[in-house]
């Protein structure tokens, strides 16, 4: 059983930038795909990038492509969300998730483990 819990969300002013972590513990943090989603208020839970094992791939959704960047340490059993230049749509309750998969899965249902989330709000 996996255990994933993200940080590093808050309040921030649009354009500005935060990182977020995601925390994995209990299974082989190399041997699991990653993938970063989000639920705004009143919207379905939506993909926003995934990362494979190495993490030499990567997968952006393209309202955040060219802004956002997924990175891992799997030394550290640890994966980020680095994002920048952040606007009003952003803000969103994001979810970490891991899968075992070798190709990241791009949909929430095909993910097995999910953390609580971490709000993110992005001010105008």
């Known amino acids: 059983q996996v255990q994933v819990v993200e940080s590093g969300g808050g309040l921030v002013q649009a354009g500005g930038s935060l990182r977020l972590s995601c925390a994995a513990s209990g299974g082989t943090f190399g041997r699991y795909s990653m993938g970063w989603f989000r639920q705004a208020p009143g919207k379905e839970r939506e993909f926003v990038a995934a990362?494979?094992?190495?993490?030499?791939?990567?997968y952006y959704a393209d309202s955040v492509k060219g802004r956002f960047t997924i990175s891992r340490e799997n030394a550290k059993n640890t994966v980020y969300l680095q994002m920048n230049s952040l606007n009003a749509e952003d803000t969103a309750v994001y979810y970490c998730?891991?899968?075992?998969?070798?190709?990241?899965?791009?949909?929430?249902?095909?993910?097995?483990?999910w953390g609580q989330g971490t709000q993110v709000t992005v001010s105008s």
């Open positions: 990362i494979s094992w190495s993490g030499g791939s990567t």
């Open positions: 998730a891991a899968d075992r998969a070798f190709i990241p899965p791009r949909m929430g249902f095909e993910y097995d483990y």
